[in-house]
């Protein structure tokens, strides 16, 4: 077993094979956090790029997701917090009246896959508690999701909410969703939209650069 062998497994969304390969390089003495950085997140990087050209769906990227994800669970009780590197905090919800949650927990898994860690408030998220996880997490970037146009309006409430309780300046804020488009992102005073989870993490890492 080596780096791309597992990387490979991770692309083919093997959760059995990604989590036997993972345990073998332990068992073998490989640095654990090699293991995530060269095998695991390389396999997942792939799988972002051909998400994005159209060459691969979501019950596929779902699977290669649970797959690292199991990889990355036998990890982390062997690494110290404080060995993981981390490029920053998110909180994404969807926003409120909106229980779609299909496209932004693929957001979720990718930022994670990706470095970042990430508050997941869940779906129908209020701009009130969009404000308390604000104050409670200090993140560096606020994600929104909507699926309903009926539902859209929630983003622009949030960022008024943010405004009012003196949080807007803190944090960049990333929107997305079906009906959303980059010309609402800044009709609505966003500071950015993206198409799908690939230009999410994309984003979010130009925002904490
Ligand atoms: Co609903 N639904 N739905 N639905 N649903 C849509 C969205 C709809 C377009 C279907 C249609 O009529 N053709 C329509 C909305 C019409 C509109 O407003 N323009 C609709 C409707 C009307 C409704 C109900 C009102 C139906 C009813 O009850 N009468 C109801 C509303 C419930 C509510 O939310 N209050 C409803 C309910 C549901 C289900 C519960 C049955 C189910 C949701 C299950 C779930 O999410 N757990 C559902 C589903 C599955 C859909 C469709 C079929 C698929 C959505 C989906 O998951 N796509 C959808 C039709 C469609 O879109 N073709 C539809 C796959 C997903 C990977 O894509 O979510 O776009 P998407 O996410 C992408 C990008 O948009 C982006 O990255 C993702 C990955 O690339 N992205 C972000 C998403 N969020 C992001 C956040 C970011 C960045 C990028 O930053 C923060």
Redesign the pocket.
């Known amino acids: 077993m080596d780096f791309l062998e597992l990387s490979d497994y991770v692309l083919a969304g093997n959760v059995a094979k990604v989590a036997e390969g993972t345990k073998w390089m332990l068992e073998h003495g490989v640095e654990p956090l090699s293991i995530i950085n060269e095998g695991l997140i390389p396999g997942m990087n792939t799988v972002g790029v051909l998400?994005k050209k159209g060459d691969m769906f979501?019950p596929e990227v779902m699977r290669c997701a649970k797959a690292m994800s199991g990889g990355v669970a036998l990890i982390k009780p062997l690494i110290a917090e404080r060995d993981i590197p981390s490029r920053g905090t998110v909180i994404?919800a969807?926003v409120r009246?909106?229980?779609?949650?299909?496209?932004?927990n693929?957001?979720v898994m990718m930022l994670e896959s990706q470095g970042f860690r990430v508050v997941d408030l869940g779906?129908?998220i209020s701009p009130e508690q969009f404000v308390s996880a604000v104050e409670k997490h200090q993140p560096q970037v606020?994600?929104?999701?909507?699926?309903?146009?009926?539902?859209m309006p929630g983003m622009s409430e949030t960022i008024k909410a943010l405004e009012e309780a003196k949080l807007r300046d803190q944090v960049k804020i990333?929107?997305?969703?079906?009906?959303?488009t980059a010309a609402f992102a800044s009709q609505i005073g966003a500071d950015g939209?993206?198409?799908?989870?690939?230009?999410?993490v994309e984003?979010c890492g130009s925002f904490v650069a």
Request: hydrophobic share 50%; no cysteine; proline share 5%.
């Open positions: 998400f979501v994404i969807t009246g909106d229980l779609h949650d299909i496209g932004k693929l957001v779906v129908n606020i994600g929104m999701s909507a699926l309903l146009t009926t539902t990333m929107i997305g969703g079906a009906p959303v939209y993206a198409p799908d989870a690939g230009s999410a984003l």
